[in-house]
């Protein structure tokens, strides 16, 4: 099917949430805040599209009117989107076909702003205050002139309400989803973007982020840290089976989900700890939680943070990993602060659980700015999320082509024998380096290193716990800029292609 284009008049300050979130929305699940009128209004459980305006047939300028009947100084944009594989239902009217579905921010192709200053305020809002990585907005081509042409012209003295604009034309239809599926597939992607940093901390971290990369269930999913297993099931798993014997993990993950921005998550789970299961267990263990989380706030618990955190060095049970969880947002509640002050011994796998809950808890929109502008991940991520949601909603997953690889994480660059001189650079940075090889050749008054010294290094294993105990002590994005280690290790593996190339041009003389 060939690719098709569409577009859509949408508020700037609305385009600018789509952007922070990933996706365009039907503005009834619009999963940011206040929606202010405009287009998407008109037919709230839907995409609108419009075919690309021509003389006779021109975008209705309703939608933008609706906007600035709400707030006067606000400003417009029409949104052009380029469709592969997705083909949109054709509306009553015949004027406009829709999607009942949602659309990955990757397939705007281009922007048109109402002005100067229109344009002005979207990149404040997404590239000054906001999250979106450069390589996502870099994808779309802005224009700053000709909206007003692709509009339908009227009487500019004609007034029409907010009320009548979003009662005209509306060709209304249910919707296909809930809103929380939109807050479960966000705090997937959000926990699968941190548990890419985490990668960095050893073989169990960079195996984690592998296995949730893939959508569903797989077998590799059993040899998996707790929390990827846990989190998996919560998110794929039908919630009319066995709801009791999930409840706890449930009820848990719920209330990380439902967490505002603005909320304080202790304050989100106190519900949780007075919950009655029905088992005096599990209440037990939530009472003497919330006990124990009151004594950590009131600063009653004389141990260091790495005292409290040494306890789950192993945890094999959800009440064990609830706990871990708890404790830690006790320590560390903002998730920037797991990057800048690590604790030595929470360990790799620790990590991994604390990502999967955090991210959980943030959703993809509250990412931190470092994290989404590490070069290949924001795309890929919202792929992800992408086909988590079409795998939900029993839609096929083949309308995603994929077009984001898997973006390479520091196990992989150190283990990939295409780049020895980058792998033995960061090696050395980061104390890796288990027996040093390096030998200094004699002859005659003469010494010299060997062509290739990196040959002769051994480093530690990515599966030792010495390796994690290494680079746990590193800080993301301090010590470990992954952009530039990502920028040099594509520059290697071309210049070996290069080298191999001409080796085989060279063999043929």
């Known amino acids: 099917m060939a690719k098709q284009q569409f577009y859509i008049p949408i508020c700037v300050d609305n385009l600018a949430q789509f952007f922070a979130f990933g996706f365009i929305?039907?503005?009834?699940?619009?999963p940011i805040g206040?929606?202010?009128?405009?287009?998407?209004s008109r037919h709230s459980n839907v995409i609108p599209l419009h075919r690309k305006p021509t003389t006779k047939s021109k975008i209705p300028a309703h939608g933008v009117k609706a906007s600035r009947k709400e707030d006067a100084y606000a400003k417009s944009a029409i949104v052009v989107v380029t469709l592969d594989g997705v083909t949109p239902e054709p509306s009553e009217s015949s004027t406009w076909l829709y999607l009942e579905n949602i659309l990955p921010t990757y397939c705007i192709s281009e922007i048109i702003f109402e002005d100067q200053s229109a344009h002005e305020h979207f990149d404040y809002l997404t590239r000054t205050t906001g999250r979106v990585s450069d390589e996502l907005l870099n994808r779309v081509k802005f224009k700053k002139g000709g909206f007003d042409k692709l509009l339908q012209s009227e009487d500019p003295s004609e007034l029409v309400g907010v009320e009548g604009v979003l009662e005209t034309n509306i060709?209304?239809?249910?919707?296909?989803?809930?809103?929380?599926?939109?807050?479960k597939m966000s705090g997937y992607g959000a926990a699968l973007a941190l548990t890419y940093v985490m990668a960095k901390n050893g073989k169990v971290a960079n195996d984690a982020f592998k296995v949730l990369s893939n959508?569903?269930?797989?077998?590799?999913?059993?040899?998996?840290?707790?929390?990827?297993?846990?989190?998996?099931q919560y998110l794929f798993r039908d919630f009319e089976e066995d709801s009791l014997k999930y409840r706890i993990q449930d009820e848990f993950f719920d209330l990380l989900i439902k967490c505002g921005s603005n909320e304080k998550v202790l304050d989100k789970l106190i519900p949780f700890f007075d919950l009655d299961l029905g088992d005096p267990?599990?209440?037990?263990?939530?009472?003497g939680l919330k006990t124990r989380l009151s004594d950590i706030l009131k600063g009653k618990v004389e141990s260091t943070k790495s005292e409290q955190m040494e306890v789950f060095r192993r945890v094999d049970r959800v009440s064990q990993f609830i706990d871990q969880i708890v404790t830690m947002f006790s320590l560390l509640d903002e998730t920037e602060k797991l990057f800048t002050q690590p604790i030595h011994t929470i360990s790799g796998e620790g990590y991994v659980n604390i990502a999967m809950a955090y991210g959980m808890r943030?959703?993809?929109?509250?990412?931190?700015k470092?994290?989404?502008?590490?070069?290949?991940?924001?795309c890929f991520v919202i792929e992800r999320m992408y086909e988590y949601f079409l795998?939900?909603?029993?839609?096929?997953?083949?309308?995603?082509?994929?077009?984001?690889?898997?973006?390479?994480?520091?196990?992989?660059?150190?283990?990939?024998?295409?780049?020895?001189?980058?792998?033995?650079?960061?090696?050395?940075?980061?104390?890796?380096?288990?027996?040093?090889?390096?030998?200094?050749?004699?002859?005659?008054?003469?010494?010299?290193?060997?062509e290739h010294p990196e040959k002769l290094i051994k480093i530690l294993p990515s599966n030792e716990s010495e390796f994690e105990a290494k680079m746990i002590a590193q800080r993301a994005f301090e010590d470990v800029d992954f952009n530039f280690i990502l920028k040099l290790y594509e520059e290697e593996k071309a210049l070996t292609k290069a080298r191999m190339k001409l080796v085989n041009q060279l063999n043929k003389l």
Do not use: C, M, W
């Open 25 to 30: 929305t039907p503005a009834s699940v619009f």
């Open 391 to 450: 795998t939900i909603t029993n839609q096929t997953s083949e309308k995603v082509k994929q077009e984001f690889s898997l973006v390479p994480t520091l196990v992989d660059i150190l283990d990939d024998s295409q780049t020895p001189q980058l792998k033995n650079v960061l090696s050395y940075k980061f104390d890796l380096v288990s027996k040093n090889l390096k030998q200094i050749v004699s002859v005659g008054e003469h010494t010299y290193v060997p």
């Open 171 to 183: 060709d209304e239809r249910p919707l296909g989803f809930e809103q929380n599926l939109l807050y």
């Open 362 to 368: 943030d959703k993809f929109y509250e990412v931190p």
């Open 370 to 378: 470092s994290v989404r502008q590490i070069e290949g991940l924001e």
């Open 281 to 287: 267990k599990a209440t037990k263990f939530l009472r």
């Open 215 to 232: 959508v569903g269930a797989n077998e590799s999913d059993f040899a998996s840290p707790l929390a990827i297993k846990v989190t998996k």
């Open 34 to 40: 206040h929606y202010i009128p405009d287009e998407l």
